[in-house]
Structures are given as C-alpha cells and as structure tokens.
C-alpha cells in the first residue's frame, strides 16, 4: 500500500502488523517504481481524487503493460477516461452505492447473504475501512527495497506464520 499520511501509516502498521506500506505519493513513477510495480500482478487505485487516480493508471500502465488495474472513478463519467488511460476494471463507489440501495429492495436476500459472506470495509485495512481514501495498493511477488521515499515492512517470520 501506497499512503502519503504519516498518522494514518502510524494507524495502519500499528492495527495490521502484516500489511506492507510505503511513504510516497502514489502519483509519482519514482513511487511506483519503488513499490516494485514492474513485478506487480495487480495495482488498486483508490485515491480521492480521480484526476490523481487517472494519473496512477497512466503511469502504471506504462511502467507495467501487462499490470491488472483497478481504478476508483467518484464521476461515473471518468470511467471511461480511465479505461482509455489503461485501466482493467473502474469502480464507481457512487454507482455502486446506488445499485447495492436498489438491490436492498428489489432482492433483500442476496444483499443479506452477501452481507454474511462478505467482509466490512473496517476488517481490510487496503478496502477503504473508513481511513483516508489517498491509497494505492500494488500487489507484487517480492517486496520492494526500501529507497527514498519511506518504507515499513512487517517482520516478514511473523507474516508467514499468520498466511
């Protein structure tokens, strides 16, 4: 995860010991580069802002061609500028929202069975859980290397005993 917020990367190691996090502005190549995103698998764009999370894709894609990216558009209408900038997937919190009210009437049992099955945005630190909206996830096989930009590693032998 990419977060610019020092209180909420205190928060975020503090609560989830095993989540990796990085210092840095996530709109930046040297940032991404450092998160390994030429490794990564898949890279999750959540900032607040879409303009920000349209830059990310950008770089993204051209740091990594062959990278999953999931984008968070807030304007329904910049989803299709995401999608033109390289993004795999494009969410819509908004649209999403609305689909999921309209579901509560139209079929109250799925949306209650999904309610089981499916964790709250509070017990996955990398879905939102009510924290600053300004990250980014990448998912890569290895760690990065620490560089400039500050980076917090979990103790890697209590990671694999939690897996």
Not at 59 to 69: E, I, Q, T
Not at 97 to 117: K, Q
Not at 139 to 150: F, H, I, L, V, W
């Amino acid at each position: 995860m990419i977060e610019e917020d020092e209180e909420v990367i205190d928060y975020l190691t503090e609560q989830y010991p095993n989540l990796l996090v990085l210092s840095g502005d996530a709109t930046k190549d040297e940032v991404l580069e450092e998160a390994n995103i030429k490794q990564a698998s898949a890279l999750i764009t959540a900032l607040s802002e879409d303009t920000a999370n349209l830059f990310v894709v950008i770089s993204a894609r051209s740091l990594n061609p062959d990278l999953k990216v999931i984008a968070r558009a807030v304007d329904p209408h910049t989803a299709g500028k995401m999608y033109k900038a390289g993004a795999t997937h494009v969410v819509s919190p908004n649209l999403t929202e609305g689909i999921r009210m309209a579901a509560v009437v139209l079929r109250p049992n799925v949306v209650n069975f999904l309610d089981v099955v499916t964790p709250r945005s509070g017990d996955c630190p990398a879905a939102g859980g009510g924290h600053s909206a300004a990250r980014v996830g990448v998912s890569q096989k290895e760690p990065a290397r620490a560089g400039n930009s500050t980076t917090h590693w979990p103790d890697r032998d209590r990671h694999h005993q939690a897996g």
